[in-house]
């Protein structure tokens, strides 16, 4: 990535005039002629040179490092999005987010409590199922209460020969890659963090096809696929697959719709009446 110094000089003079130094925990003192903070001011609260950050925002200065990028991010009160904006215009990555855990945000919880007669799943980015509507647990089985990496879609996929058998056999290869482009997609993201390394060691020592696949760095967020599901009481089911990302992109609403033309829609209002209960192990 190339620093855009233009771009990066005109943020951070904009950036600077929004903050009050009273925020800052400066005093206003009475000779102030600028509504934010003076360059100097930046500086010390970023612990860097005056003369570095005004070449900065001369937009002749060198590439700043991210360690100062987010030494500037702070003295600036910036914002996530704001933090990455800036990391981008000085040519970097962006940081990784804080990972949201097992911690689902309540709109997505309500939004799957709201879908009474679609099943929908939430999952983070590493594909850990953290919550599922009934529908989806009578369909797909109940997987969220399993601790670690057993309630993982990609880690039962290649570790988990069960897994595979509510699928059509000649789809299984189509699945494993949309699994490992989309697992790629997240460790590039999350900068090898420590639980998304964790999972691919774990996986390229437990499954040689992940190994494999893993080697050809393939690449690719699951947005929108197509899949069909084998289930034990009402048969084969054709499913489109929506994924809808969260902002921070570390969190999904996965709703599985009937396609046009099909009778899912009648299979899956029967499994609605039928219930959850003898249907959770179905996967």
């Not at 005004?54 to 500037?72: C, H, K, N, T, V």
């Not at 189509?174 to 999350?190: C, K, M, P």
């Amino acid at each position: 990535m190339k620093i855009d110094r233009r771009e990066l000089a005109d943020f951070l003079r904009r950036s600077r005039d929004r903050i009050r130094p009273q925020d800052a925990g400066l005093p206003m003192g009475p000779r102030r002629r600028t509504p934010g903070l003076r360059r100097e001011e930046v500086a010390q609260l970023a612990g860097m040179s005056a003369d570095y950050y005004i070449r900065l925002e001369q937009a002749r200065g060198p590439q700043p490092s991210p360690q100062m990028l987010a030494a500037l991010a702070r003295a600036l009160r910036l914002s996530h999005d704001e933090r990455d904006h800036l990391h981008l215009l000085a040519g970097h990555r962006p940081p990784a987010g804080p990972a949201a855990g097992d911690h689902v945000a309540p709109g997505l919880l309500h939004l799957l409590d709201s879908l009474p007669t679609t099943p929908a799943q939430i999952l983070n980015d590493l594909g850990d199922v953290l919550a599922q509507n009934a529908l989806a647990r009578a369909l797909l089985g109940g997987v969220c209460t399993v601790s670690e990496h057993g309630r993982n879609v990609v880690w039962r996929w290649f570790a988990d020969p069960a897994a595979r058998t509510a699928y059509p056999a000649e789809e299984h290869p189509y699945y494993s890659r949309l699994h490992v482009a989309d697992l790629r997609a997240a460790f590039g993201r999350r900068g090898g963090d420590p639980a998304v390394t964790r999972l691919v060691e774990r996986l390229r020592g437990a499954s040689e096809e992940f190994a494999e696949l893993w080697e050809l760095h393939e690449v690719a967020v699951r947005r929108h696929s197509r899949m069909r599901v084998l289930h034990a009481v009402i048969g084969p089911v054709d499913l489109d697959c929506q994924v809808l990302l969260a902002p921070e992109g570390e969190q999904r609403l996965v709703l599985f719709t009937p396609p046009p033309g099909t009778d899912t829609g009648e299979r899956l209002a029967l499994l609605g009446v039928v219930g959850t209960e003898q249907f959770a192990g179905a996967e």
